[in-house]
């Protein structure tokens, strides 16, 4: 009698060229589902993916919807809205007269999501396109005292020195509207340490928007982003005015498909920290990158349960490569994310993106001999191979007989290999002047070696050691190009999973319920400093702390969940005084009562700090400063529940090999045998040369290598002359 099971969460992936569902029941146990994603429609791309994961279990979309409590969506609209200049709103903004270029300036980061042979080549660099007119940046007479390091004796931060000029507020808000702007942001100097000019200048605002009976917003960056930097804070505030309501509309419309099929609740998303938030959440553009999010959250759990706590995190998708470390069991957070070619003020979970997916074009210059890739994806398209106009590196795949043209999505998506052939040894080959496989196994070996690079600039330039760390290899394209990416690194282990291609998706559902805030404050604590300082100090993080508290356990409560349930986690950005970048940090203290309170909180940052960066590189004896606090509320969830096997022998049963198939490897063609994953068995060992085939990935294990699958059906990769471990003894 087939098993009847109980949907509860459902998490999503919906990335350029997949949309990857992960579907758990309220005993854990768990299923996948993958589409092509519909970037016109992402709501069909979504019903399509949940089907096909509920396929497992004999239930429809319906069926899920009707049963289930909570569905986790993260998409790629704010992003697409962003770079493609699209669909946002006409938007006007207030500054702080003075601060009108910042629109144009951009602290002179034009080189930022540049590679690095163009980051040294100043001709090279470029100015992003402006996301708004420059002429409806209006100047508004005003200042706050920000503060200075010298606090005993300076005007006290927060102290108003030129009073806001209301008439100057309310014409420039008569002459946006007259110019037809649908979003106003307001962002003022020093609103980070006193709101006060931004809320008076945005009442004003909403008066006369409402006069002319308007429904034009009005944002403030001290709401939006109430942290230091105001460049930053200007574009963090107009990237929400400009992309925040389209991007509310797409997973309202998503929200919308999941609720006529029977849902009750409110769809979720995930913000870049790893928070999650609804479709009211005012702070929109923090979802700017929340797919590749769950990807290192997924980690995050994987390695707590191996008890490795250093990964080298590897995520390969149809559109992009993301890279990502975890150090100790810490994930990085970055405060100023370097983002679409900006810096903004958000807390982002550390991830550097390159433009290597499997749907990467290959442009090649036939005068240089010179290949390079993308910026440009197929998405959706895959390649020539499917639907796409140019040729990317799943050509490649299929040519050299890496991928089954005839099992793509489980053969839902036929590809076409000899349209690849023709138009790989047109647009490549013969540029080249090389045979066609020659010219993909050079672009291979191209591809590999810049990803090898990428890897390194991540943990050898930060003076971390490879020996030290387990690659974690997954995403559709990550186990399919493992063997390329991982050639003569020394990595501790290198580990994939059988679910590799909806990892992401599977990280999204690992993760709690999370709400978060942040907000600017100016504490300074030189070496020497004294106890009556110490206290003077925390009680600006006091302040701070409960303010933030009483915000986030309101929001709690608007999705239904009780003060009770809600466990709240403080910490601190901070640097050592005279640094340029804060750094996070989670303290041990509820609250600073005592000296020997701010002497934890310094203590918790100098741990962080030596974790993070090479222990030489801390500097105590300048003494401290904390630049910004933030508290995150957790309500804990049922989360998917990796299950453990009785191991089988090594040999893989017969009904595993599917079949054999000539493979170019290694600059000849080879017999590599094919194997089903779905009937492979915890303690089985695949060794190569082989291919082991899934619907929705392919594992790529050369001659001289293996795979040997421990008792979660977890993937090692490794040398077969070098390990012949028992997967059951492997890390579990």
């Not at 980051?119 to 007119?133: G, K, T, V």
């Not at 009073?163 to 649908?182: K, N, Q, S, W, Y």
């Not at 003569?488 to 998706?505: E, I, R």
């Amino acid at each position: 009698m087939p098993a009847i099971h109980s949907p509860e969460i459902v998490a999503f992936d919906a990335g350029g060229t997949m949309t990857d569902s992960f579907l758990v029941d309220s005993s854990g146990e768990f299923v996948i589902g993958k589409a092509l994603t519909n970037r016109g429609n992402e709501g069909t791309s979504y019903l399509e993916s949940l089907n096909d994961a509920g396929g497992a279990w004999g239930l429809t979309s319906r069926d899920i919807h009707r049963r289930m409590n909570l569905s986790i969506y993260t998409g790629t609209g704010m992003l697409n809205t962003v770079l493609t200049r699209t669909a946002g709103q006409k938007v006007g903004m207030l500054v702080t007269r003075g601060l009108e270029g910042m629109v144009r300036n951009e602290r002179a980061l034009t080189w930022l999501g540049q590679s690095i042979r163009h980051i040294f080549h100043q001709s090279l660099h470029r100015h992003n396109q402006l996301l708004m007119d420059p002429q409806n940046v209006k100047p508004i007479t005003e200042r706050i005292c920000g503060g200075s390091y010298w606090a005993a004796s300076h005007i006290a931060a927060g102290t108003p020195l030129v009073p806001l000029a209301e008439m100057e507020v309310e014409r420039a808000i008569v002459e946006l509207l007259d110019d037809g702007v649908t979003s106003i942001g307001i962002c003022f100097m020093n609103s980070h340490v006193a709101p006060a000019h931004e809320r008076m200048a945005g009442e004003i605002a909403r008066a006369v928007v409402a006069k002319q009976g308007r429904a034009t917003p009005v944002l403030l960056s001290s709401d939006i982003c109430p942290v230091a930097r105001v460049e930053n804070r200007f574009q963090s505030l107009l990237i929400e005015c400009y992309a925040g309501e389209h991007t509310r509309a797409q997973l309202r419309s998503v929200e919308g498909r999941a609720k006529a099929e029977g849902y009750r609740n409110e769809l979720m998303t995930m913000l870049a920290y790893g928070g999650t938030a609804t479709t009211r959440y005012p702070r929109m553009y923090e979802t700017i990158i929340s797919g590749p999010i769950g990807g290192m959250l997924g980690a995050k759990a994987v390695g707590d349960l191996l008890g490795e706590p250093n990964l080298l995190c590897s995520d390969m998708g149809g559109t992009s490569w993301d890279v990502g470390v975890i150090v100790d069991g810490i994930i990085g957070i970055r405060k100023e994310p370097e983002f679409v070619g900006r810096r903004l003020n958000l807390p982002m979970v550390a991830i550097e993106s390159f433009g290597a997916g499997t749907g990467s074009c290959i442009r090649v210059d036939a005068k240089l001999k010179r290949v390079e890739f993308g910026p440009e994806s197929a998405g959706a398209d895959v390649g020539v191979c499917f639907r796409s106009s140019f040729v990317t590196i799943g050509d490649v795949d299929v040519v050299l007989g890496y991928l089954n043209p005839d099992n793509f999505l489980g053969g839902k998506v036929q590809l076409d290999r000899k349209r690849a052939e023709e138009a790989l040894r047109e647009r490549v080959a013969a540029p080249l002047g090389l045979d066609l496989f020659e010219a993909c196994t050079g672009v291979l070996d191209l591809l590999h070696s810049s990803m090898r690079d990428s890897l390194s600039v991540n943990l050898s330039n930060r003076g971390y050691n490879f020996g030290d760390y387990t690659l974690l290899v997954y995403g559709g394209g990550g186990p399919l190009h493992m063997w390329g990416v991982t050639e003569g690194v020394p990595f501790k282990n290198v580990l994939t999973v059988p679910w590799a291609a909806a990892f992401s998706a599977y990280g999204n559902a690992t993760g709690d319920y999370i709400y978060r805030q942040h907000k600017g404050v100016d504490v300074l604590l030189p070496t020497d400093a004294t106890g009556e300082l110490k206290m003077m100090m925390g009680q600006l993080l006091n302040t701070a702390w409960d303010e933030m508290e009483n915000r986030i356990v309101a929001d709690f409560a608007e999705s239904g969940f009780h003060r009770d349930q809600v466990a709240l986690r403080r910490g601190v950005y901070a640097r050592y005084l005279g640094q340029l970048e804060s750094w996070e940090c989670p303290v041990p203290v509820q609250r600073v009562h005592a000296p020997e309170a701010m002497d934890r909180v310094t203590g918790s940052f100098d741990h962080v700090y030596s974790v993070m960066l090479p222990r030489a590189a801390a500097f105590r004896e300048a003494g401290y400063q904390i630049t910004e606090v933030f508290v995150e509320g957790v309500v804990p969830k049922v989360k998917p529940v990796i299950p453990q096997y009785e191991l089988a022998g090594q040999a893989p049963p017969r009904q595993a090999l599917k079949a054999r198939r000539q493979v170019y490897h290694a600059r000849h063609w080879q017999e590599f045998d094919i194997w089903d994953m779905d009937s492979l068995k915890a303690g089985n060992s695949v060794p190569g040369p082989a291919v082991i085939e899934h619907s929705m990935s392919s594992f790529v294990i050369p001659p001289n290598k293996k795979i040997d699958l421990d008792d979660r059906r977890f993937m090692w990769y490794s040398s077969q002359v070098d390990s012949d471990r028992n997967p059951g003894a492997l890390p579990s």
